[in-house]
């Protein structure tokens, strides 16, 4: 889990047991998850087709499964009315010291005002690449799919299908890229005032717990790791359902991504040179 621009809040969990294949799948929570621990603040209803999380204290799961390159898409319903000092998170992880990582994290707001998206990569420990967003629409107000494209070439953030981020492979330039370590993924909704909502000038309004953020229509495209092995074999690479391997963005996608940075990127680390006044990262001069 990331921490904003140098905070040192811990990410507090509450651990879901999840097990994803190799196969698209539209994932059953009965089936597919187990609850190990919560207090009644993680919720399986609708016969298994929703999940909520909620926040009194933190909560949050994460997949039994590891993986090394996937297309993982969920759909997210963010807390509702005044969310400032909360985060809703949804990321790959990897452990260790020098971890990678592929965040989307949901920043809450008053009531109003809108979320901010916030993206960053971490590869080999390193992190400081964060982007932000705003939407297009409420993200309260219904369900939306949040996607994370994960391939050896590059790595790309949709929303409802809109690209949003592409963070590509430029290792021959010397960028690090998250390509050796399998990752896990999380989610979770916590507590993050000092932080969260304008810089923690706004505090968590704990008159209004619990705070709920709803999960649905889980999806993967997924290599697992396991023994030290990928299920994923040279030759599935070329197989209809692992084109995501070398997937890229058509001429209509460089079009949508264009039009999202173009209208709704509020913060880009690279265009930020105060941060960086020995020079922006490398990548920053390719893109």
């Given at each position: 889990?990331?921490?904003?621009?140098?905070?040192?809040?811990?990410?507090?969990?509450l651990s879901f047991i999840v097990c994803f294949?190799?196969?698209?799948?539209?994932?059953?929570?009965?089936?597919?998850?187990?609850?190990?621990?919560?207090?009644?603040?993680?919720?399986?209803?609708?016969?298994?087709?929703?999940?909520?999380?909620?926040?009194?204290?933190?909560?949050?799961?994460?997949?039994?499964?590891?993986?090394?390159?996937?297309?993982?898409?969920?759909?997210?319903?963010?807390?509702?009315?005044?969310?400032?000092?909360?985060?809703?998170?949804?990321?790959?992880?990897?452990?260790?010291?020098?971890?990678?990582?592929?965040?989307?994290?949901?920043?809450?707001?008053?009531?109003?005002?809108?979320?901010?998206?916030?993206?960053?990569?971490?590869?080999?420990?390193?992190?400081?690449?964060?982007?932000?967003?705003?939407?297009?629409?409420?993200?309260?107000?219904?369900?939306?799919?949040?996607?994370?494209?994960?391939?050896?070439?590059?790595?790309?953030?949709?929303?409802?299908?809109?690209?949003?981020?592409?963070?590509?492979?430029?290792?021959?330039?010397?960028?690090?890229?998250?390509?050796?370590?399998?990752?896990?993924?999380?989610?979770?909704?916590?507590?993050?005032?000092?932080?969260?909502?304008?810089?923690?000038?706004?505090?968590?309004?704990?008159?209004?717990?619990?705070?709920?953020?709803?999960?649905?229509?889980?999806?993967?495209?997924?290599?697992?790791?396991?023994?030290?092995?990928?299920?994923?074999?040279?030759?599935?690479?070329?197989?209809?359902?692992?084109?995501?391997?070398?997937?890229?963005?058509?001429v209509t996608g460089q079009?949508?991504?264009?039009?999202?940075?173009?209208?709704?990127?509020?913060?880009?680390?690279?265009?930020?040179?105060?941060?960086?006044?020995?020079?922006?990262?490398?990548?920053?001069?390719?893109?």
């Amino acid at each position: 889990m990331t921490w904003f621009f140098g905070s040192s809040v811990p990410l507090m969990e509450l651990s879901f047991i999840v097990c994803f294949f190799v196969a698209a799948n539209a994932g059953n929570f009965h089936q597919d998850f187990d609850i190990t621990w919560g207090d009644g603040r993680a919720k399986i209803l609708n016969n298994g087709q929703l999940l909520t999380l909620s926040l009194d204290k933190a909560s949050g799961f994460q997949s039994r499964n590891e993986y090394l390159f996937g297309k993982i898409d969920m759909q997210l319903k963010l807390v509702p009315g005044n969310s400032a000092g909360t985060v809703t998170a949804y990321y790959l992880s990897s452990k260790g010291s020098t971890w990678d990582e592929i965040d989307f994290e949901f920043l809450g707001n008053l009531s109003g005002d809108p979320y901010i998206l916030h993206t960053n990569v971490y590869s080999q420990g390193k992190g400081n690449r964060e982007q932000q967003f705003y939407l297009w629409f409420d993200p309260t107000a219904d369900f939306h799919t949040y996607s994370i494209l994960w391939n050896p070439q590059r790595i790309i953030f949709s929303v409802d299908g809109t690209p949003i981020r592409e963070f590509k492979n430029l290792e021959s330039k010397g960028v690090p890229f998250p390509k050796n370590q399998p990752m896990r993924i999380y989610s979770s909704l916590w507590n993050a005032d000092d932080w969260a909502t304008r810089g923690g000038l706004v505090k968590t309004d704990w008159s209004k717990a619990p705070f709920t953020a709803s999960y649905r229509n889980f999806n993967a495209n997924a290599c697992v790791w396991k023994n030290g092995a990928s299920s994923c074999s040279s030759s599935s690479s070329s197989s209809k359902n692992n084109a995501w391997l070398s997937d890229e963005l058509d001429v209509t996608g460089q079009q949508r991504l264009k039009w999202v940075q173009k209208n709704y990127l509020i913060y880009n680390y690279c265009t930020d040179t105060k941060r960086f006044p020995q020079g922006l990262p490398p990548e920053c001069k390719m893109s």
